[in-house]
């Protein structure tokens, strides 16, 4: 048998990490595979805990104090899952729904790149299956959309993304630097620096809508004080964070000019709003 390590984080958001988890038990499992799951509760107070707990006794919770965030949440769920010796790790989302031949895809196509490349999901709007929320990304047009075949990637959200065993022991865990965002897009473009290709699997796995609404940091609704204020947050588009990732993956001109123009959009966040 095969196993694959489900990793999830999540904080207060009861409803949604249910569905996720009822699509995930829902989804067809191939023959001669079977999967554990391994969920971060990052110090939710809204009875994630006691709900997964009842519903899903089988899963392994690990508590977090609610200061760990996406990324961090999830490095913390990949290490307890790391300490098993599995041929999978499966990022996921909680907001997730996912359709029933998500693993399935999954790892067909896992199987068909000899399980050494990392295998990005698409996900689609709730109301609007044309739409494709998160994915594979290319540095030149942006979210891909999904084709009947394997296409590759330059980088991904980490929605929903498979990695092969042979991944994990060259690129190794996403980097706990990161709090929250920046932690996939990181993962992916490390990755290829190691000779590991993304590619985006055939079709749409799940839905998950967008979060549209324009960040309170940058939002001119916004007092300045709580503009700056909230940038320096693991919500925010903390500039030392993205310093550090620019500098890795685009340069020290780069990151020192988008160091600038982060707290420029604090300071004049109408400007942008204005010409996006």
Known sequence: ????????????????????????????????????????????????????REQFPLINIIQGDGTLFWNRGMNRAWSEAAKKDVDYYLWLNDDIVLYDNALTELLASSVETNDQKILVGSTCAEDNKELITYGGRSMTVGLLKPTDELQHCDYFNGNVVLIPRFVFQKVGMNDPLFHHALGDFDYGLRAS???????????????????????????????????????????????????????????????????????LRVFCPWIWVKYK
């Open 1 to 52: 048998m095969k196993s694959l390590a489900v990793l999830l984080t999540c904080h207060n958001r009861k409803n949604k990490t249910v569905a996720c988890l009822r699509s995930l038990y829902a989804c067809i499992v191939p023959e001669g595979y079977l999967f554990e799951v391994f969920l971060v509760d990052d110090g939710s107070i809204d009875g994630t805990n006691e709900a997964v």
């Open 193 to 263: 620096k190691c000779g590991v290709s993304s590619v985006v699997v055939p079709g749409v796995l799940g839905e998950c809508d967008e979060h549209k609404d324009l960040a309170a940091w940058c939002n001119p609704k916004t007092t300045l004080r709580k503009r700056f204020k909230l940038l320096y947050t693991a919500l925010g588009n903390h500039p030392i964070e993205f310093f550090r990732f620019d500098k890795r993956h685009n340069g020290i001109k780069q990151a020192c000019f988008h160091f600038i123009t982060i707290h």
